[in-house]
């Protein structure tokens, strides 16, 4: 009976652990299966977590440098000591990861270590070293995750053609650094190694960044990162990506004139984006169907085709973000403890964490033009805000979307300083339906970056105070 389980999950990240804690709290016998050697997947060990490390750092090492002075606070000789930063984000990731085996413990979720193959709709076998181990489940949820994309004709070596994986362990600061791809992922790992002393230069296959954000946002985004030091090559298609001894060579046309060009690094990123991590799972052989795309097909429920299988998170429809992933986790915990799980995805956040920040909930001002959706705009500066400008943090602004009649807020997007905190004042007020003079009549605390907001919501009714 010991290898009996009324859920089995497999893939200890951030919607399989949450998943599995959250179905032992309501007394279903848990099991998570992960092959990492460590809990949290990708986001705990490769992605999220040490990404934001270096993130921080590296802007506390720019502003040393750059602002400090500025601001009458002198010293000399700075030095940046790459081994100790990267020490520091190995140790943030060691203690984390070892509290989520914790939260195991305390929730009484057994830790299967090994990778788990699905042999039938009740049976698991996980493979560890030269062993092997037969489990039994009630029901089963894949929650495996994603690897990274790449180009096709692109090796990724971790070495000079590297993924964001080999960016987070550099042991020393590029020269010259081409991005491939200008999406989160590049725009964030780009700026670390910008701030660090690398020339940064990004190549994007589509004429804006960040795909599938308020475009307003994404152009001044793009002006902010230029201000900073990135180069862009938009609208560009990578032909060939090419080791030499020393360096690569990055050869690209222009998509409009097709004039090639070609670029060389010390390094190159490919960051295209993530793919639904599915191989080696028997899935075709129990009947689980997938798309195009190689994500697993689910109902509003997130049962596959074999009802009592559930795929969560990065292996399915939607956004690739871990707490979009941890909320159907416990979605689905719920479903199988007889309750009422659901996510809304209508009201999930989205953060890019550069300096500036860039967050966002709910519709961009495209969608509403497709949707035929009549709005209302309210926009407020943060060069307008107190807190920002005593800050020295003016860069961006607050953006409302609003219903034109019922004024309901339907999208939320900001670029600014820490509107990766502020953006969870929206998600609940959207979560509760909330209208834009909702918002505009809650008091904001003073001197503080959130004041933009309730300027913007007063923004939508033409009635701003202080712009």
């Known amino acids: ?58 802007e506390n090492f720019h502003k040393a440098k750059k602002e400090f002075n500025l601001q009458g606070i002198e010293f000399n000789e700075l030095k940046l000591n790459i081994d100790k930063m990267m020490s520091n984000k190995d140790k943030s990731v060691d203690v984390l990861t070892k509290g989520v085996e914790f939260l195991f413990k305390k929730n009484k979720v057994t830790y299967l270590k090994g990778k788990g193959v699905i042999f039938s709709k009740n049976d698991v076998v996980v493979y560890n070293n030269n ?70 230069i990004v190549v994007e296959y589509l004429d804006h960044i960040t795909p599938g954000m308020d475009r307003e946002v994404s152009k001044e985004f793009q002006k902010i990162l230029i201000k900073q030091g990135i180069k ?108 009422a799980g659901h996510v809304n995805y209508d ?29 209302k705009i309210g926009k407020f500066p943060f060069l307008a805000n107190s807190r920002a400008k005593v800050n020295n943090e003016t860069d961006g602004f607050v953006k409302i979307l609003a219903d034109n009649k019922t004024d309901k807020v339907l999208g939320v997007h900001i670029i600014g300083p820490h509107c990766g905190d502020m953006i969870a004042e929206m998600a609940l007020a959207m979560e509760f339906g909330a209208s834009a003079e909702d918002i505009a009549r809650t008091c904001h605390a003073h001197p503080t970056h959130t004041e933009a907001i309730k300027e913007a919501a007063l923004a939508v009714d033409k009635r701003p105070i202080h712009f």
């Not at 460590?38 to 490390?53: D, F, M, Y």
């Not at 790449?150 to 081409?178: C, F, H, Q, R, Y």
């Not at 491939?180 to 940064?200: D, F, K, P, Q």
């Open 131 to 200: 062993s092997k181990q037969n489990y039994k489940a009630k029901n089963i949820v894949v929650a495996t995750g994603s690897s990274v994309a790449s180009v096709p004709g692109i090796e990724i070596d971790e070495k000079n053609i590297i993924s964001s994986t080999g960016a987070l362990t550099l042991s020393k600061v590029p020269k010259k650094m081409v991005v491939i791809g200008g999406g989160y992922i590049g725009l964030e790992m780009g700026s670390v190694w910008s701030r660090l002393g690398t020339e940064v």
């Open 347 to 375: 009201v999930i956040p989205g953060v890019i964490y550069t300096s500036p920040e860039v967050a966002y909930v709910g519709k961009t001002e495209e969608q509403l033009k497709s949707e035929n959706t009549s709005y």
């Open 1 to 58: 009976m010991e290898n009996n389980f009324d859920v089995i999950v497999i893939g200890g990240g951030p919607g399989g652990y949450v998943c599995a804690i959250r179905a032992s709290q309501l007394g279903l016998k848990a099991a998570c299966v992960e092959s990492r050697g460590s809990l949290g997947g990708t986001c705990l060990n490769v992605g999220c977590i040490p990404s934001k490390s270096l993130l921080n750092l590296s």
């Open 232 to 339: 862009f090559r938009l609208n560009s298609k990578v032909i060939s990506v090419k080791n030499q001894k020393n360096s690569v060579l990055v050869e690209f046309t222009d998509n409009k004139n097709k004039k090639k060009e070609i670029l060389e690094a010390d390094k190159v990123l490919v960051a295209v984006g993530r793919k639904p991590y599915t191989e080696d799972l028997n899935l075709t052989k129990i009947g689980i169907k997938k798309d195009e795309k190689g994500r697993i097909v689910v109902n509003d429920k997130l049962q596959t085709s074999v009802n009592n299988i559930y795929a969560i998170g990065d292996v399915i429809k939607g956004p690739m973000l871990a707490h979009k992933a941890e909320e159907e986790g416990i979605a689905v915990a719920e479903s199988l403890a007889g309750q």
